[in-house]
């Protein structure tokens, strides 16, 4: 079955690096996703890697996948205040639909 | 280019009642589907639609329907609601080609007293 597991929540300081992981139980993933909630707003997708990659790279966001562990993570470079929110975790499969399985979300918290 | 949007933003109904929520997709986007996010917790597939059809559904009763129309925006209906019911309702978009790439809505925040 799909599962996709996260800790709650991490906090950090202003500037410094965060790195929010995530493990997931299906080997045949597709895809995986971050994903950022801010309150009372929708998900933004921020980024995606697919099965076959181990690193991508997009201005400060660096994600790893470690795809014999089943372990994915999201690096945020220079944390800003403005990163504080909710950092989900999601994969999929190639089913015709890519139906993203979440997890329960990472809060992230950025204090000064 | 306009975004995903919902209506309403809230919406209180009571046990039993029913709801309809609207969303219209992002334009050049064919594809919409629907999540409840309850609070604390990921969301949840209930279901997708493409070209009008239901193209994927979660692990949700039929008491939850919808539709998509022709210019792709869609409904979610829930009839006899439940207390549990009370969730965030995401709608999200995707072009036929990249179905990956999901765009969401705000959602619409349903509570059932």
């Known amino acids: 079955g799909e599962d996709v597991e996260q800790s709650l929540f991490l906090s950090v300081r202003e500037g410094d690096s965060s790195v929010i992981n995530c493990t997931y139980t299906?080997?045949?993933?597709?895809?995986l996703y971050w994903y950022k909630q801010e309150p009372g707003a929708g998900l933004q997708l921020l980024t995606y890697?697919?099965?076959?990659?181990d690193m991508k790279q997009d201005q400060r966001l660096t994600v790893l996948l470690n795809k014999k562990d089943k372990h994915l993570s999201l690096r945020i470079a220079d944390t800003q205040t403005g990163d504080s929110a909710i950092y989900f975790c999601a994969e999929s499969i190639e089913r015709g639909s890519y139906i993203p399985t979440f997890g329960r979300g990472t809060s992230l918290i950025v204090h000064p | 280019e306009t975004g995903v949007t919902q209506s309403p933003t809230h919406l209180i109904k009571t046990r039993g009642q029913q709801v309809t929520l609207r969303c219209s997709s992002q334009?050049?986007?064919?594809?919409v589907s629907w999540y409840q996010q309850a609070l604390g917790q990921g969301p949840q597939f209930i279901f997708q639609y493409y070209r009008e059809e239901e193209n994927g559904r979660g692990n949700f009763p039929p008491r939850f329907s919808g539709l998509q129309f022709p210019n792709y925006s869609s409904e979610l209906n829930v009839n006899a609601l439940e207390l549990d019911d009370s969730a965030l309702y995401l709608c999200a978009s995707s072009p036929r080609d990249s179905l990956n790439e999901q765009f969401f809505g705000p959602g619409t925040r349903l509570t059932v007293l």
């Open positions: 890697i697919f099965s076959n990659m």
């Open positions: 334009s050049g986007h064919n594809t």
């Open positions: 299906d080997s045949s993933s597709t895809y």
